[in-house]
């Protein structure tokens, strides 16, 4: 995987040592996480889901990638605001979470005047997890049915 390669769809399900770019990286508890010198998180899990908004014609995408760390016994998102701008880099953010529930919370969009949401990147990696995840299968479902009650 070179800088800027991150893992693909087939590589869900995959259990293996990654090395993920983090400008930001947050422990459960919201306190700064330790990072390599070369600004990578490290972790020792699986590839649950992977969701991206990329489409050919645009010069922008996000991606959103959801781990298991099998060794921290948690969840890692990893959100990454991907350019094809000359001169433009990866801006990428490592969160992690104790529970399934943490995950959604970390992926709900809010923005001001407007409801919460799910960007449609971070449905699909969280959709492609619960199908990895029995606990991300049932808070995403608990999820789904509490948005359509209030819908």
Do not use: C, N
């Not at 490290?42 to 992977?50: D, E, H, I, P, S």
């Not at 433009?88 to 490592?94: A, D, H, K, M, Y």
């Not at 979470?97 to 969009?109: C, F, N, P, Q, Y």
């Not at 449609?120 to 199908?131: D, G, H, N």
């Amino acid at each position: 995987m070179t800088e800027h390669e991150l893992p693909g769809d087939d590589q869900v399900g995959e259990v293996r040592e990654w090395r993920l770019p983090a400008k930001t990286s947050t422990a459960a508890g919201g306190h700064a996480r330790e990072r390599t010198s070369d600004g990578h998180v490290a972790l020792r899990g699986r590839l649950l889901g992977l969701g991206e908004s990329q489409v050919d014609w645009r010069p922008r995408w996000l991606e959103v990638r959801i781990f298991e760390d099998l060794d921290a016994d948690e969840y890692v998102v990893h959100t990454a605001g991907m350019s094809r701008l000359p001169g433009e880099v990866p801006l990428t953010r490592v969160e992690r979470s104790k529970t399934a529930d943490g995950v959604i919370e970390r992926l709900l969009k809010r923005e001001e005047g407007k409801e919460t949401y799910l960007s449609i990147p971070a449905r699909r990696a969280l959709e492609q997890a619960a199908l990895e995840d029995e606990d991300l299968r049932e808070a995403w479902a608990e999820h789904r049915a509490a948005y359509l009650a209030a819908s």
